[in-house]
């Protein structure tokens, strides 16, 4: 019996309900937003699917449903709009964080929370200095889904499973994102090696452009949003891939947000490195070995965060 809470019922909160339910992850889905009306029409619209899913209750619900949770996920606050950066949402998405830490943790202080609500480091990180809930169960989705859009670009490169692919985006889910090339492979396959090594005959790739990847990762959600409005289905599959994980117990690498306490050399922020999460939240860091430069790359995304979070009232 699993039971996963949501706050926040626009396109990406009832997407992820949405998705959750058809993927079988939880046996209780409870939707919870300010506008009870579209929370109640997104459960009825979702539930009415389930005959032909696996069994789960969908229901609309209060802060005070949300006891027992297994997980807790916050999707809740302002979207963002064409040309908008992630950064600029952070003051209004901080305020509406701070009103609901003290009502969802009252009723379910046991749970994992997945924070999803951009900016989504400064969020993990209003989340950590104030629920009093402990780090390793405060989640922020982070560069997951930067991770997703980066394989699914190289496995389209070079026409191969993504499930070969593996390659990372750390630090800032946003504009000082950055790729550690130095670790990137296809089937253990250096990345700068694969233009000479993987050969398809009748097929000549041409050589991997990293500017142009870096650029398609960092803008993707923008164009995204310039061509439809709004980002829901990756984000949403990204964050069913962090719940599975945390429900099935067996600790799975992954680029998530979580807060930094010396490695690489950074301390008191929240972004995005490689992370072991597994049943209680995150175990623990995996810390890769970086070149000096993509060091360097961490630390400017770490400073950008900083300086975000010092001019705001958290």
Request: include cysteine; charge should be neutral; hydrophobic fraction near 40%.
């Amino acid at each position: 019996m699993n039971k996963i809470s949501i706050i926040g019922t626009g396109s990406v909160g009832s997407t992820i309900a949405y998705t959750l339910t058809v993927m079988g992850l939880a046996s209780e889905i409870v939707m919870i937003d300010i506008n009870n009306e579209k929370a109640l029409g997104e459960a009825l619209d979702i539930r009415q699917g389930t005959p032909f899913c696996g069994a789960c209750s969908v229901y609309a619900g209060d802060y005070r449903d949300a006891v027992n949770s297994d997980i807790v996920i916050l999707t809740s606050g302002i979207a963002r709009k064409p040309g908008q950066t992630r950064l600029e949402l952070a003051q209004t998405n901080v305020n509406i964080t701070k009103q609901i830490i003290p009502e969802i943790t009252k009723y379910a202080p046991l749970a994992t929370y997945i924070i999803v609500s951009n900016p989504v480091d400064i969020l993990t990180y209003t989340f950590c200095k104030l629920s009093g809930i402990p780090e390793s169960r405060i989640i922020g989705s982070g560069t997951i889904l930067d991770t997703a859009r980066l394989r699914a670009r190289l496995s389209e490169y070079y026409n191969i499973n993504q499930s070969n692919v593996h390659a990372y985006v750390f630090g800032e889910h946003g504009d000082s994102s950055f790729i550690p090339w130095s670790v990137a492979n296809i089937s253990n396959v250096p990345i700068s090696e694969c233009q000479k090594l993987i050969k398809v005959p009748g097929i000549d790739t041409p050589p991997l452009n990293f500017a142009e990847i870096e650029q398609y990762v960092r803008k993707s959600g923008g164009r995204v949003i310039a061509r439809k409005g709004a980002t829901f289905y990756a984000v949403s599959v990204s964050v069913c891939h962090i719940c599975k994980c945390i429900l099935a117990g067996i600790d799975t690498t992954m680029t998530v947000s979580t807060m930094m306490h010396g490695e690489y050399g950074i301390e008191n922020v929240c972004l995005s490195t490689l992370n072991l999460a597994g049943h209680n939240g995150v175990r623990g860091k995996v810390n890769i070995p970086l070149t000096d430069n993509e060091v360097q790359l961490l630390r400017n995304s770490a400073e950008t965060l900083k300086g975000v979070i010092n001019s705001l009232d958290i």
